[in-house]
């Protein structure tokens, strides 16, 4: 990857911004001005989820910025996701109707007339899975959703799909850090010419969700080690931000920062002037820690 490229291309062309805007806990009431206020620093690639409960919000911010700052609808690259429901957690999983009807309130809380990637958010379908995907597949075929693609699938999830005899995702977006790497599952994406997207980049940080009411996993252990990365980083003279923000972008990973901070936000979108030695990314091949702390998936490969 060359450092000026800001973006990356799906298997089927589409060019998904490399740095994208990220707006899981901020909540419907902030984040129209967020979102207005990320694109007007340079983002043009924003991800929501229905189950983020701001949809609303990120679809106020999107219509702002493009009449404020003469933008079209093609200008921004719009994510967002299907809950499938989980039988696990006392909720009924989303049939195929139910996955279309859920698109629809999708566009319709945020205003659009369609988005740039729908995405299932997690595997949790169970015996609905399938038919959810069906139900992405033909949404994309009809047009009304220009790539479709899951969150959080694991080798036998995306495997189930290649069983059943179905084209596979454009997209799978995963938690992808120097603490969670992935090696196989990044291996079986690249040989299925599935894009990776990059979520939780910022985990290794001291300042990632450290308020009371976030959830994270983060051991003693990963806290105590953390420093790393600000040896890193000053080696480089950038912010710890953006030295894990580049481990991903140099090798064609988008990313997600998320921040309400101006500055950080700015400074989350400047990750293109700098590459990371090879021995340094050699170096942080053995960071990797296993399957993350963003959220609490249950042991993906358990999931059926
Ligand atoms: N598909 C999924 O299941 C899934 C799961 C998790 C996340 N996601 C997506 O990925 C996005 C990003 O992931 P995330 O929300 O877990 O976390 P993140 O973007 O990796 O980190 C956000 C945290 O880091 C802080 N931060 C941001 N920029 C910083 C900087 N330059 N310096 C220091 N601290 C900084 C933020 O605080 P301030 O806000 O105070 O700056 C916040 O606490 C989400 O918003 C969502 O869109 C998807």
Redesign the pocket.
């Known amino acids: 990857m060359q450092k000026n490229v800001t973006y990356t291309e799906t298997g089927n062309g589409t060019r998904i911004p490399l740095v ?7 909540t419907d009431e902030e984040v129209a001005d967020a979102v207005f206020n990320a694109i007007k620093v340079g983002y043009r690639h924003i ?3 229905a189950v ?1 409960n701001n949809e609303v919000g990120v679809g106020l911010g999107i219509k702002k910025a493009l009449s404020d700052l003469s933008l079209t609808r093609d200008d921004i690259f719009v994510t967002t ?1 299907l809950w499938p429901g989980y039988a696990g957690w006392g909720e009924e999983s989303k049939n195929k109707q139910d996955t279309l009807a859920a698109y629809n309130q999708s566009l319709e809380k945020l205003g659009l007339d369609y988005v740039d990637l729908y ?1 299932i ?2 595997p949790h379908g169970g015996e609905q899975r399938l038919s959810q995907w069906e139900a992405l597949l033909e949404l994309q075929l009809s047009g009304r959703v220009k790539s479709i693609g899951v ?2 699938y694991s080798i036998k999830h995306l495997d189930e799909i290649k069983n059943a005899g179905l084209p596979l995702p454009d997209v799978n ?3 992808l ?1 120097p603490w969670s790497q992935k090696p196989e599952l990044r291996e079986y994406l690249e040989i299925n010419g599935i894009a990776p997207i990059a ?5 290794p ?1 001291s ?5 009371p009411d ?1 959830t994270s996993g983060k051991t003693q252990a990963m806290i105590d080690d953390g420093a790393v990365f600000s040896t890193l980083a000053q080696k480089y003279n950038v ?4 030295f894990l923000l580049r481990w991903a972008v140099q090798q064609g990973y988008p ?7 101006p ?3 700015r ?2 979108l400047d990750v293109f002037g700098f590459d990371i030695s090879e021995e340094d990314m050699n170096l942080i091949k053995l960071m990797n820690r296993g399957d993350g702390i ?2 609490d998936l249950g042991d993906p490969s358990l999931i059926d």
């Open positions: 994208g805007y990220g707006t899981f806990l901020i991800d929501t989820a983020y996701k995405l958010h997690s969150s959080n977006q995963i938690e850090h979520y939780s980049s910022l985990a940080l300042t990632w969700r450290n308020k976030q912010t710890e931000a953006q990313v997600l920062p998320k921040s309400l901070n500055e950080r936000m400074q989350n963003a959220w």
